[in-house]
T-cell receptor, first 119, second 114 residues
Framework: GESVGLHLPTLSVQEGDNSIINCAYS??????FIWYKQESGKGPQFIID?????DKRQGQRVTVLLNKTVKHLSLQIAATQPGDSAVYFC??????????????????FGKGTHLIIQP | ETGVTQTPRHLVMGMTNKKSLKCEQH?????MYWYKQSAKKPLELMFV???????ENNSVPSRFSPECPNSSHLFLHLHTLQPEDSALYLC?????????????FGPGTRLTVT
């Protein structure tokens, strides 16, 4: 089976509320994680990343939390807006991050959670 | 836009046809990728090119043949495909190949094999 997964295929939230999207991973050696957003008809777009030496990283309205003890990753979106409607999926590297060279197949992708914004 | 363009956006082909997908990046990157995205399945890496050299072939069937004539262009040649090959094919680029280099994706080509 895949090593990266999501707990819910669909998440529905009210506009203005905070959204939390979860991801579980099984590779203890993974040390780099990424969240992507994919809007309908578009390719995935990088949102935020985090390395395993951090527990939390914040961006603009987004926060990624990493719990290495239970191998859990989450994406929090503050004050969810209609434009946040998309599929969100996480990715992890299969082994220690390579800072040059290496291979893109170091990334394992999750299936995705469809975030639906209710007006 | 992301700086990565793909043509065509939609393609319907029979199992005996030969077609090609094209990707072009305007970002000055040195690595380009082909991915397959099927419904309800995770993104699958197919091929990686770094500085025009193929560095990864993720056990992809030979009916898919990539070509990278220069670091800005990437093609995926298709022949004798199967219906299960119907999917969204995504191209991406990054400064160099490697999981920690941010990848920029194109909008994809929606392929239907009949």
């Amino acid at each position: 089976g895949e090593s990266v997964g999501l707990h819910l295929p669909t998440l529905s939230v009210q506009e203005g509320d905070n959204s939390i999207i979860n991801c579980a991973y099984s590779n203890s050696a993974s040390d780099y994680f990424i969240w992507y957003k994919q809007e309908s008809g578009k390719g995935p777009q990088f949102i935020i990343d985090i390395r395993s030496n951090m527990d939390k990283r914040q961006g603009q309205r987004v926060t990624v939390l990493l719990n290495k003890t239970v191998k859990h990753l989450s994406l929090q979106i503050a004050a969810t807006q209609p434009g946040d409607s998309a599929v969100y999926f996480c990715a992890e590297n299969k082994g220690p991050a390579m800072y040059s060279g290496g291979g893109a197949d170091g990334l394992t992708f999750g299936k995705g959670t469809h975030l639906i914004i209710q007006p | 836009e992301t700086g990565v363009t793909q043509t065509p956006r939609h393609l319907v082909m029979g199992m005996t046809n030969k077609k090609s997908l094209k990707c072009e990046q305007h970002l000055g990157h040195n690595a380009m990728y082909w991915y397959k995205q099927s419904a309800k399945k995770p993104l699958e890496l197919m091929f990686v090119y770094n500085f025009k050299e193929q560095t990864e072939n993720n056990s992809v069937p030979s009916r898919f043949s990539p070509e990278c004539p220069n670091s800005s262009h990437l093609f995926l040649h298709l022949h004798t495909l199967q219906p299960e090959d119907s999917a969204l094919y995504l191209c991406a680029s990054s400064q160099e190949a490697g999981p920690t280099y941010e990848q920029y994706f194109g909008p994809g080509t929606r392929l239907t094999v009949t």
